[in-house]
């Protein structure tokens, strides 16, 4: 095996756009949102964003979309700490006394999605995330007023100060990329 010189790698990969630094003021608090969900502890999803950062520092040359790596490798990081640290909850054998002291006999019916769901349903969001972050600024705020604050074009174009022809053309071309993206990541019919 080969391995290549710190000066012939410089030259195969395009230069990197983004510093690590760029990208910890950038993604660390999506990223902290993102764990934070996954594993539902603030204290853990800091250790994994941490550690997703220090991971991407020893390998930063190598890694050619650092935005998405990081999303990833935050994806995998909760999802190993989740398999560590699952707990397992005694259920009552069939029969046996509820609190009241009455048997039960109903079953437990689970609504949480299954796993395979929830991990496709996190992965789509991850993906909207950094489609979004792709955007141009002013697109990225049309949409966050659009569909965090749910505002019309009218009060959107009062906000910003663009037409409501202007709105809906950013909307559109911002929802179409989104869209794109997701269908090329199979994640849309």
Excluded at 32 to 39: E, K, M, P, T, W
Excluded at 65 to 82: D, G, S
Excluded at 142 to 149: G, I, Q, S, T, Y
Aim: proline share 5%.
């Amino acid at each position: 095996m080969t391995v290549a010189s710190p000066e012939s790698a410089s030259t195969s990969q395009p230069p990197r756009s983004e510093t690590i630094e760029e990208l910890f003021g950038a993604l660390e608090s999506p990223l902290l949102s993102y764990a934070l969900r996954l594993v539902g502890d603030r204290a853990q999803a800091e250790d994994i964003v941490q550690d997703a950062f220090m991971k991407l520092h020893a390998q930063f040359a190598e890694v050619r979309e650092p935005r998405r790596w990081l999303y990833r490798i935050v994806h995998n990081l909760a999802l190993n700490h989740r398999r560590q640290s699952g707990k397992l909850v005694a259920l009552p054998e069939s029969g046996a006394a509820n609190p009241n002291g009455t048997a039960s006999d109903r079953e437990t019916a689970d609504t949480e999605p299954l796993p395979d769901e929830q991990i496709i349903r996190w992965e789509g969001i991850g993906l909207v995330r950094l489609s979004l972050s792709a955007l141009d600024e002013r697109s990225r705020e049309v949409v966050r007023l659009k569909f965090d604050d749910d505002l019309s074009y009218q009060q959107i174009a009062g906000r910003t100060g663009l037409s409501n022809g202007h709105v809906g053309y950013l909307l559109h071309h911002a929802l179409k990329t989104l869209a794109a993206e997701l269908n090329r990541a199979g994640l849309l019919p």
